[in-house]
């Protein structure tokens, strides 16, 4: 079965300080992909990445960048120089490869995230 | 952009009620998902469709049932509502092998 852990159930920091949100996922496939996403206190989930199994390449984009380590199964992600704006719940999911039908996305728990000014 | 539109932000049901959440989305996917989220719990999968009359269960489907009888539309049914059906829940869509979802803005609902 698969599996995410997300064990940072809440993380506050002062703006301006960088931020690493751990993700460990558990899955037997070979094939998967990984995803981090935002949730802003309006709800909506937006998506931030994916990342799929056989690219182990660390990702930045502007002040985010991601660390995906197959050896540790784990796929992190970094804020650098945080603002108030990234204040928001944070979802690491997990899915797998099917040859067809619906990829189903299995999500850890959740790190809320504050930034204080 | 993809859009995912829920049809009410907030609801508030009785117990016993017979709850519909609906949800449209405008980019032609095949794939739909219901999920609902509670703290500590993060985001469980409760139904999703991947055709248009297709349906099978995620992994909490007791209590709910879904239809999907246009392709953009996906509906979430709770029978006979509980106050443990209190909760947020999102809806989703996809295309089908690409992995990731795009989410509607959820539905917050109290039973009392």
């Known amino acids: 079965a698969q599996k995410v852990t997300q064990a940072q159930t809440e993380i506050s920091v002062v703006e301006k300080e960088d931020v690493t949100l751990d993700c460990v996922y558990e899955?037997?496939?070979?094939?998967?992909?990984l995803f981090w996403y935002k949730q802003p206190p309006s709800g909506e989930l937006v998506f931030l990445i994916r990342?799929?199994?056989?690219?182990?390449q660390n990702e930045i984009s502007g002040r985010y960048s991601w660390n995906f380590q197959k050896s540790t199964s784990s796929f992190n992600f970094t804020i650098t120089a945080s603002q108030v704006v990234d204040s928001a719940v944070y979802f690491c999911a997990l899915s797998e490869a099917p040859s067809q039908g619906a990829q189903k996305l299995v999500f850890g728990q959740g790190t809320r995230l504050t930034i204080n000014p | 952009d993809v859009k995912v539109t829920q049809s009410s932000r907030y609801l508030v049901k009785r117990t016993g009620e017979k709850v519909f959440l609906e949800c449209v989305q405008d980019?032609?996917?095949?794939?739909m998902f219901w999920y609902r989220q509670d703290p500590g719990l993060g985001l469980r999968l409760i139904y999703f469709s991947y055709d248009v009359k297709m349906k099978e269960k995620g992994d909490i489907p007791e209590g709910y049932s879904v239809s999907r009888e246009k392709k953009e539309r996906f509906s979430l049914i709770l029978e006979s509502a509980s106050t443990n059906q209190t909760s947020m829940y999102l809806c989703?869509?996809?295309?089908?092998?690409?992995?990731?979802?795009?989410f509607g803005q959820g539905t917050r609902l109290t039973v009392v």
């Open positions: 980019m032609d996917h095949e794939n």
């Open positions: 990342r799929n199994s056989f690219d182990e």
């Open positions: 989703a869509s996809s295309l089908p092998r690409l992995g990731g979802a795009f």
């Open positions: 899955t037997r496939d070979t094939t998967y992909y």
